[in-house]
Protein backbone atom coordinates (compact mmCIF):
# COMPACT_ATOMS: atom_id res chain seq x y z
CA UNK A 1 0.00 0.00 0.00
CA UNK A 2 1.35 3.63 -0.70
CA UNK A 3 1.07 5.70 2.50
CA UNK A 4 0.01 9.36 2.45
CA UNK A 5 0.58 11.65 4.63
CA UNK A 6 -2.05 14.82 5.06
CA UNK A 7 -1.36 18.11 7.03
CA UNK A 8 -4.03 20.13 8.53
CA UNK A 9 -2.85 23.35 10.52
CA UNK A 10 -6.15 24.97 11.40
CA UNK A 11 -9.84 25.16 10.78
CA UNK A 12 -10.35 26.59 7.29
CA UNK A 13 -7.66 24.07 5.64
CA UNK A 14 -9.04 21.27 6.79
CA UNK A 15 -12.47 22.27 5.73
CA UNK A 16 -10.81 22.87 1.81
CA UNK A 17 -9.27 19.71 2.22
CA UNK A 18 -11.96 17.75 4.02
CA UNK A 19 -13.88 16.28 0.68
CA UNK A 20 -10.06 15.17 -0.87
CA UNK A 21 -9.45 13.29 2.61
CA UNK A 22 -12.86 11.21 2.14
CA UNK A 23 -12.28 10.17 -1.05
CA UNK A 24 -8.61 9.52 -0.69
CA UNK A 25 -9.54 7.26 2.24
CA UNK A 26 -11.70 5.37 0.03
CA UNK A 27 -8.97 3.99 -1.82
CA UNK A 28 -8.00 0.65 -0.91
CA UNK A 29 -4.23 0.85 -2.09
CA UNK A 30 -3.37 4.13 -0.05
CA UNK A 31 -3.12 4.26 3.86
CA UNK A 32 -3.91 8.13 4.71
CA UNK A 33 -1.90 9.40 7.76
CA UNK A 34 -3.76 12.74 8.92
CA UNK A 35 -1.36 15.21 10.90
CA UNK A 36 -2.99 17.42 13.11
CA UNK A 37 -0.60 20.71 14.01
CA UNK A 38 -0.99 24.71 14.49
CA UNK A 39 -4.21 26.51 15.63
CA UNK A 40 -6.05 22.85 15.87
CA UNK A 41 -4.26 22.21 19.08
CA UNK A 42 -4.56 25.97 20.95
CA UNK A 43 -8.36 25.70 22.71
CA UNK A 44 -8.84 29.86 21.79
CA UNK A 45 -9.37 28.74 18.31
CA UNK A 46 -12.07 26.77 19.25
CA UNK A 47 -12.87 22.84 19.42
CA UNK A 48 -11.74 22.53 15.40
CA UNK A 49 -10.93 18.61 16.16
CA UNK A 50 -14.60 18.02 16.77
CA UNK A 51 -14.82 18.92 13.37
CA UNK A 52 -12.00 16.50 12.10
CA UNK A 53 -14.07 13.29 14.96
CA UNK A 54 -17.00 14.02 13.59
CA UNK A 55 -16.13 13.01 10.14
CA UNK A 56 -15.05 9.67 11.42
CA UNK A 57 -11.61 10.71 10.07
CA UNK A 58 -8.42 9.52 12.67
CA UNK A 59 -5.77 11.42 13.38
CA UNK A 60 -2.69 9.60 13.35
CA UNK A 61 -0.17 12.55 14.83
CA UNK A 62 -0.40 15.98 16.54
CA UNK A 63 2.32 17.87 16.42
CA UNK A 64 2.34 21.10 18.80
CA UNK A 65 4.62 23.34 20.14
CA UNK A 66 3.85 25.34 23.17
CA UNK A 67 3.82 28.96 23.37
CA UNK A 68 2.36 31.79 25.03
CA UNK A 69 1.50 34.11 22.46
CA UNK A 70 2.46 34.67 18.72
CA UNK A 71 4.76 37.59 18.68
CA UNK A 72 8.29 36.59 15.69
CA UNK A 73 10.37 34.80 18.12
CA UNK A 74 7.55 32.31 18.81
CA UNK A 75 6.67 31.78 15.47
CA UNK A 76 10.07 31.07 14.44
CA UNK A 77 10.39 28.74 17.81
CA UNK A 78 7.12 26.68 16.32
CA UNK A 79 8.85 26.79 12.49
CA UNK A 80 12.23 24.61 13.93
CA UNK A 81 10.72 22.46 16.68
CA UNK A 82 7.49 21.65 14.26
CA UNK A 83 10.38 20.78 11.47
CA UNK A 84 12.32 18.42 13.53
CA UNK A 85 9.16 16.79 14.66
CA UNK A 86 7.96 16.15 11.43
CA UNK A 87 11.35 14.85 10.52
CA UNK A 88 10.67 12.17 13.54
CA UNK A 89 7.53 11.47 12.19
CA UNK A 90 8.39 10.82 8.30
CA UNK A 91 11.24 8.93 9.34
CA UNK A 92 9.63 6.31 11.54
CA UNK A 93 6.49 5.90 8.96
CA UNK A 94 8.56 6.57 5.61
CA UNK A 95 4.92 8.08 3.51
CA UNK A 96 5.14 7.61 -0.38
CA UNK A 97 3.77 11.20 -0.83
CA UNK A 98 3.04 14.31 2.03
CA UNK A 99 -0.32 16.39 0.52
CA UNK A 100 0.54 19.82 1.79
CA UNK A 101 -1.88 22.88 1.47
CA UNK A 102 -1.42 26.58 1.00
CA UNK A 103 0.68 28.78 2.15
CA UNK A 104 1.22 29.15 6.43
CA UNK A 105 4.96 28.50 8.14
CA UNK A 106 3.37 25.42 9.51
CA UNK A 107 2.80 23.73 5.91
CA UNK A 108 6.96 24.93 5.47
CA UNK A 109 7.71 23.29 8.27
CA UNK A 110 6.06 20.21 7.03
CA UNK A 111 7.47 20.45 3.84
CA UNK A 112 11.58 21.08 4.48
CA UNK A 113 12.78 17.53 6.04
CA UNK A 114 11.17 15.81 3.06
CA UNK A 115 14.19 17.29 1.05
CA UNK A 116 16.43 15.41 3.02
CA UNK A 117 14.18 12.47 3.45
CA UNK A 118 13.58 12.01 -0.37
CA UNK A 119 9.83 12.17 -0.07
CA UNK A 120 7.77 13.51 -3.05
CA UNK A 121 5.26 16.69 -2.11
CA UNK A 122 2.07 17.47 -3.42
CA UNK A 123 1.17 21.32 -2.98
CA UNK A 124 -2.27 22.39 -3.14
CA UNK A 125 -3.21 26.74 -4.07
CA UNK A 126 0.52 27.33 -5.50
CA UNK A 127 1.01 30.07 -7.63
CA UNK A 128 -0.89 33.13 -5.46
CA UNK A 129 0.15 36.06 -4.37
CA UNK A 130 -0.25 38.10 -0.71
CA UNK A 131 1.94 40.69 -0.79
CA UNK A 132 0.81 42.41 2.71
CA UNK A 133 2.13 39.06 4.76
CA UNK A 134 5.11 36.61 4.70
CA UNK A 135 3.13 33.43 3.39
CA UNK A 136 4.15 34.70 -0.04
CA UNK A 137 7.61 33.46 0.90
CA UNK A 138 6.55 30.13 2.69
CA UNK A 139 4.01 28.87 -0.67
CA UNK A 140 6.90 29.85 -3.32
CA UNK A 141 9.33 27.66 -1.06
CA UNK A 142 6.57 24.55 -0.37
CA UNK A 143 5.98 25.49 -4.27
CA UNK A 144 10.37 24.62 -4.99
CA UNK A 145 10.00 21.73 -2.81
CA UNK A 146 6.99 19.98 -4.44
CA UNK A 147 6.57 17.58 -7.19
CA UNK A 148 3.42 17.66 -7.64
CA UNK A 149 1.13 20.67 -7.83
CA UNK A 150 -2.68 21.77 -8.00
CA UNK A 151 -3.24 25.45 -8.57
CA UNK A 152 -7.01 27.51 -8.58
CA UNK A 153 -6.62 29.62 -11.62
CA UNK A 154 -4.65 28.99 -15.06
CA UNK A 155 -2.20 32.10 -13.96
CA UNK A 156 -1.51 30.67 -10.45
CA UNK A 157 -0.74 27.67 -13.20
CA UNK A 158 1.93 29.84 -14.65
CA UNK A 159 3.77 31.16 -12.36
CA UNK A 160 4.34 27.55 -10.99
CA UNK A 161 5.62 26.37 -14.19
CA UNK A 162 7.79 29.51 -13.57
CA UNK A 163 9.21 29.03 -10.51
CA UNK A 164 9.68 25.19 -11.33
CA UNK A 165 11.10 26.04 -14.73
CA UNK A 166 8.77 23.53 -15.97
CA UNK A 167 5.49 22.29 -17.09
CA UNK A 168 5.61 18.95 -16.01
CA UNK A 169 3.24 17.60 -13.00
CA UNK A 170 1.27 21.23 -12.87
CA UNK A 171 -2.51 21.36 -12.92
CA UNK A 172 -5.29 24.03 -12.78
CA UNK A 173 -8.01 21.74 -11.11
CA UNK A 174 -9.76 24.89 -9.77
CA UNK A 175 -10.29 25.69 -5.57
CA UNK A 176 -11.45 22.25 -3.55
CA UNK A 177 -13.45 24.41 -0.88
CA UNK A 178 -15.78 25.69 -3.82
CA UNK A 179 -16.64 22.40 -5.75
CA UNK A 180 -19.59 21.65 -3.80
CA UNK A 181 -21.04 24.76 -2.39
CA UNK A 182 -24.20 24.87 -3.52
CA UNK A 183 -24.83 21.06 -2.46
CA UNK A 184 -24.33 21.64 0.98
CA UNK A 185 -27.80 21.38 3.13
CA UNK A 186 -27.33 24.54 4.80
CA UNK A 187 -28.10 25.32 8.49
CA UNK A 188 -31.21 27.68 9.59
CA UNK A 189 -30.32 30.97 10.57
CA UNK A 190 -32.39 29.81 14.44
CA UNK A 191 -30.26 26.73 13.97
CA UNK A 192 -27.15 28.85 13.83
CA UNK A 193 -28.66 31.18 16.41
CA UNK A 194 -28.61 28.84 19.44
CA UNK A 195 -25.57 26.98 18.27
CA UNK A 196 -23.74 30.16 18.34
CA UNK A 197 -25.45 32.41 20.99
CA UNK A 198 -25.81 34.99 17.80
CA UNK A 199 -28.64 36.88 16.60
CA UNK A 200 -29.43 37.79 13.10
CA UNK A 201 -30.84 41.34 12.09
CA UNK A 202 -32.33 42.55 8.76
CA UNK A 203 -28.71 43.43 7.65
CA UNK A 204 -25.72 41.25 9.10
CA UNK A 205 -22.02 41.44 7.82
CA UNK A 206 -19.15 39.12 9.44
CA UNK A 207 -16.06 40.03 10.09
CA UNK A 208 -13.06 37.88 9.37
CA UNK A 209 -9.14 40.12 10.01
CA UNK A 210 -5.59 39.16 10.11
CA UNK A 211 -2.90 40.61 11.33
CA UNK A 212 0.00 42.00 8.00
CA UNK A 213 2.83 40.24 8.65
CA UNK A 214 4.66 42.43 6.88
CA UNK A 215 3.58 45.33 8.84
CA UNK A 216 3.55 45.91 12.32
CA UNK A 217 2.83 49.27 12.45
CA UNK A 218 -0.09 49.34 9.88
CA UNK A 219 -1.24 46.24 12.01
CA UNK A 220 -1.87 48.57 15.31
CA UNK A 221 -4.13 50.57 13.54
CA UNK A 222 -5.51 49.00 10.72
CA UNK A 223 -8.47 47.34 13.02
CA UNK A 224 -8.81 49.81 15.40
CA UNK A 225 -10.16 51.36 12.00
CA UNK A 226 -12.47 48.73 10.90
CA UNK A 227 -14.05 49.30 14.61
CA UNK A 228 -14.09 53.62 14.40
CA UNK A 229 -16.22 52.17 11.43
CA UNK A 230 -18.71 50.46 12.28
CA UNK A 231 -19.73 51.65 15.72
CA UNK A 232 -22.41 54.06 14.23
CA UNK A 233 -24.01 51.34 12.20
CA UNK A 234 -27.41 49.99 14.80
CA UNK A 235 -28.86 48.68 12.06
CA UNK A 236 -26.33 45.94 11.08
CA UNK A 237 -25.12 42.78 12.86
CA UNK A 238 -21.72 41.89 13.20
CA UNK A 239 -20.01 38.58 13.66
CA UNK A 240 -16.26 38.34 14.37
CA UNK A 241 -13.72 35.48 14.18
CA UNK A 242 -10.80 34.87 15.53
CA UNK A 243 -7.46 36.08 13.19
CA UNK A 244 -5.32 33.37 12.16
CA UNK A 245 -2.19 32.37 14.37
CA UNK A 246 0.39 34.92 13.24
CA UNK A 247 2.27 37.99 15.11
CA UNK A 248 -0.23 40.45 16.16
CA UNK A 249 -3.21 38.19 16.55
CA UNK A 250 -3.14 38.80 20.33
CA UNK A 251 -4.53 42.73 20.27
CA UNK A 252 -6.85 42.07 17.33
CA UNK A 253 -8.66 39.35 20.08
CA UNK A 254 -8.50 41.84 23.06
CA UNK A 255 -10.18 44.42 20.53
CA UNK A 256 -12.94 41.66 19.36
CA UNK A 257 -13.65 40.87 23.03
CA UNK A 258 -14.05 44.31 24.17
CA UNK A 259 -16.21 45.66 21.57
CA UNK A 260 -18.59 42.29 21.77
CA UNK A 261 -19.03 43.01 25.45
CA UNK A 262 -19.89 46.61 25.14
CA UNK A 263 -22.04 46.17 21.58
CA UNK A 264 -25.19 44.40 21.61
CA UNK A 265 -24.75 44.42 18.08
CA UNK A 266 -21.53 42.15 17.47
CA UNK A 267 -20.77 39.14 17.87
CA UNK A 268 -17.71 36.98 18.94
CA UNK A 269 -17.69 32.94 17.30
CA UNK A 270 -13.63 32.19 17.54
CA UNK A 271 -14.64 29.15 14.90
CA UNK A 272 -18.09 27.99 12.93
CA UNK A 273 -16.25 25.45 11.20
CA UNK A 274 -16.89 24.47 7.66
CA UNK A 275 -20.76 23.94 7.38
CA UNK A 276 -21.29 26.38 9.71
CA UNK A 277 -19.44 28.99 7.77
CA UNK A 278 -21.21 28.54 4.52
CA UNK A 279 -24.38 28.50 5.86
CA UNK A 280 -23.66 32.10 7.61
CA UNK A 281 -22.49 32.85 4.10
CA UNK A 282 -25.81 31.87 2.57
CA UNK A 283 -27.58 34.28 5.30
CA UNK A 284 -25.10 37.47 5.61
CA UNK A 285 -24.93 40.73 3.04
CA UNK A 286 -21.12 40.82 2.80
CA UNK A 287 -18.21 40.29 4.65
CA UNK A 288 -15.44 42.99 5.68
CA UNK A 289 -11.67 41.44 6.12
CA UNK A 290 -8.64 40.62 4.74
CA UNK A 291 -9.24 36.96 4.77
CA UNK A 292 -8.50 34.58 2.03
CA UNK A 293 -11.69 33.53 1.87
CA UNK A 294 -13.44 36.61 1.33
CA UNK A 295 -11.88 35.97 -1.89
CA UNK A 296 -11.86 32.89 -2.98
CA UNK A 297 -15.18 31.50 -1.56
CA UNK A 298 -17.35 34.33 -0.63
CA UNK A 299 -17.86 35.17 -4.35
CA UNK A 300 -20.01 31.83 -4.63
CA UNK A 301 -22.70 33.26 -2.31
CA UNK A 302 -23.02 36.22 -4.59
CA UNK A 303 -22.52 38.49 -1.87
CA UNK A 304 -19.82 41.28 -1.78
CA UNK A 305 -16.66 41.33 -0.11
CA UNK A 306 -14.75 44.64 1.23
CA UNK A 307 -11.18 43.54 1.00
CA UNK A 308 -9.12 45.94 3.60
CA UNK A 309 -5.56 46.61 3.38
CA UNK A 310 -2.42 44.87 1.80
CA UNK A 311 -3.08 40.90 3.21
CA UNK A 312 -4.36 39.39 -0.13
CA UNK A 313 -2.73 42.37 -2.56
CA UNK A 314 -1.67 40.55 -6.07
CA UNK A 315 -4.63 37.98 -5.32
CA UNK A 316 -7.25 37.33 -8.51
CA UNK A 317 -10.59 39.08 -7.33
CA UNK A 318 -14.10 38.46 -8.68
CA UNK A 319 -16.59 40.99 -9.56
CA UNK A 320 -17.66 40.99 -6.01
CA UNK A 321 -14.46 42.06 -4.19
CA UNK A 322 -14.06 45.50 -3.40
CA UNK A 323 -10.24 46.56 -2.56
CA UNK A 324 -10.54 48.78 0.41
CA UNK A 325 -7.80 51.20 2.18
CA UNK A 326 -7.85 50.73 6.49
CA UNK A 327 -9.79 54.11 6.41
CA UNK A 328 -12.36 54.61 8.66
CA UNK A 329 -14.69 56.88 6.23
CA UNK A 330 -13.39 54.88 3.35
CA UNK A 331 -14.77 51.32 4.88
CA UNK A 332 -18.18 53.35 6.22
CA UNK A 333 -18.56 54.41 2.49
CA UNK A 334 -18.40 50.93 1.25
CA UNK A 335 -20.63 49.73 3.89
CA UNK A 336 -23.58 51.91 2.73
CA UNK A 337 -22.52 50.96 -1.10
CA UNK A 338 -22.76 46.88 -0.72
CA UNK A 339 -25.99 47.36 1.06
CA UNK A 340 -27.74 49.19 -1.76
CA UNK A 341 -30.15 47.44 -4.14
CA UNK A 342 -28.13 48.88 -7.02
CA UNK A 343 -25.19 47.27 -5.79
CA UNK A 344 -26.68 43.39 -5.00
CA UNK A 345 -27.58 43.83 -8.19
CA UNK A 346 -24.49 43.84 -10.22
CA UNK A 347 -23.25 41.25 -8.81
CA UNK A 348 -25.78 38.72 -9.00
CA UNK A 349 -24.26 37.45 -11.44
CA UNK A 350 -20.86 37.06 -9.89
CA UNK A 351 -18.88 34.11 -11.03
CA UNK A 352 -16.12 32.82 -9.06
CA UNK A 353 -13.04 32.87 -11.20
CA UNK A 354 -11.72 29.82 -8.77
CA UNK A 355 -14.39 26.72 -9.50
CA UNK A 356 -14.35 24.11 -11.77
CA UNK A 357 -15.88 21.05 -11.19
CA UNK A 358 -14.92 18.09 -10.33
CA UNK A 359 -12.25 19.21 -8.10
CA UNK A 360 -11.59 16.62 -5.61
CA UNK A 361 -12.07 13.64 -8.40
CA UNK A 362 -9.82 14.91 -10.89
CA UNK A 363 -6.79 15.83 -7.92
CA UNK A 364 -7.33 11.94 -6.97
CA UNK A 365 -6.76 10.90 -10.01
CA UNK A 366 -3.69 12.25 -10.65
CA UNK A 367 -2.54 11.49 -7.26
CA UNK A 368 -3.11 7.66 -7.96
CA UNK A 369 -1.15 8.40 -11.21
CA UNK A 370 1.79 10.01 -9.67
CA UNK A 371 2.28 7.17 -7.37
CA UNK A 372 1.94 4.29 -10.14
CA UNK A 373 4.64 5.57 -11.78
CA UNK A 374 6.85 5.79 -9.09
Not at 157 to 167: A, L, Q, T
Not at 197 to 221: D, G, M
Not at 241 to 269: E, H, R, W
Not at 350 to 356: A, C, L, S, Y
Amino acid sequence: MKKIVLITANRSDYGIQRKLIKLLQRENKLKIYLVVTGAHLEKKYGNTISEIKKDKIKISKKIKVKVKNYNTKNVTKIFAESTLKFFDYYEKIKPNLIIILGDRYEMLAAAIPTITLNIPVAHIHGGEKTQGSFDDYFRNMITSIASLHFTCHDIYKKRVCEIKDSKKNIYNYGSLSIEDVHKLKFETKKFLENKFKIKFASKNILITFHPETKNKKYNQNSFDQILKAIINFKDINFFFTLPAPDPGNSSIIKQIKTLCKKKMNSYFVPSFGKNSYFSMLNYIDGLIGNSSSGIIEVPSFKIPTINIGNRQAGRLLSKSVINCRCEKNIIQKNVNKILTKNFKRKIKNTKNIFFKQNTANNILKKIKDYLDEK
